[in-house]
């Protein structure tokens, strides 16, 4: 039988994590409001959070990061890559939308601050030019997520990349130019009335 403290040490060490990233989060967020984006050094926050510098790379690559979530993107695909086979690749997104919402590993009134302060930054060159890379890498997974559906070689085969291109279109005015109770559901919606299903594995 194993010891008490061994069994639910995984379970301690991922909500030490948790409480980590929060102190991080929310000492970014409170000097963000304070001072404004560019004015907030990683040593300010830092020193409010107090964690060194080492342990705030452990959590986020950069300071821009802070604004995207730690994880962007992550749980949306882990759904659409795990959604039932039979869909076809926009059934299958809306399938992951639906069952991601709300179950980011962040509370609530983080993430709303967290798309406020985003929103008031994106002018920032550096911010945007991060929005502009996360993007893109995952519309590259997306991608890849894809493929793996149809069954194809993304090499040979351009509707995995086409289908990521316009997903990741979709993502990019959801995150760049966001309009007030648009989610990213309603886009998805409307693309597909535009466009018609998405292709099944053959």
């Excluded at 069994?7 to 929310?26: F, L, V, Y």
């Excluded at 993430?111 to 519309?139: C, K």
């Excluded at 793996?148 to 291109?165: I, K």
């Amino acid at each position: 039988m194993p010891d008490i403290d061994e069994a639910t040490e995984p379970g301690m060490r991922d909500r030490k994590k948790a409480r980590t990233r929060d102190s991080i989060r929310t000492a970014a967020f409170d000097l963000f409001e304070e001072q404004g984006f560019e004015k907030t050094t990683l040593q300010q926050i830092c020193r409010r959070a107090d964690v060194a510098h080492r342990t705030f790379f452990r959590y986020y690559p950069t300071k821009e990061a802070l604004l995207f979530g730690w994880d962007f993107g992550q749980l949306l695909l882990d759904a659409f890559a795990a959604a039932p086979a039979e869909l076809d690749l926009w059934a299958a997104l809306d399938h992951a939308v639906t069952r991601t919402d709300g179950q980011w590993e962040e509370p609530a009134e983080h993430t709303a601050r967290r798309r406020g302060l985003r929103r008031e930054f994106l002018d920032v060159q550096s911010v945007h030019n991060y929005a502009l890379v996360v993007i893109d890498l995952f519309a590259q997974r997306t991608a890849e997520l894809a493929a793996a559906r149809l069954g194809v070689d993304p090499v040979d085969d351009l509707r995995p990349a086409a289908f990521a291109a316009l997903f990741a279109g979709l993502v990019r005015r959801h995150v760049l130019i966001r309009q007030d109770g648009t989610t990213l559901a309603d886009w998805l919606a409307a693309c597909r009335d535009v466009l018609g299903p998405a292709p099944l594995a053959g």
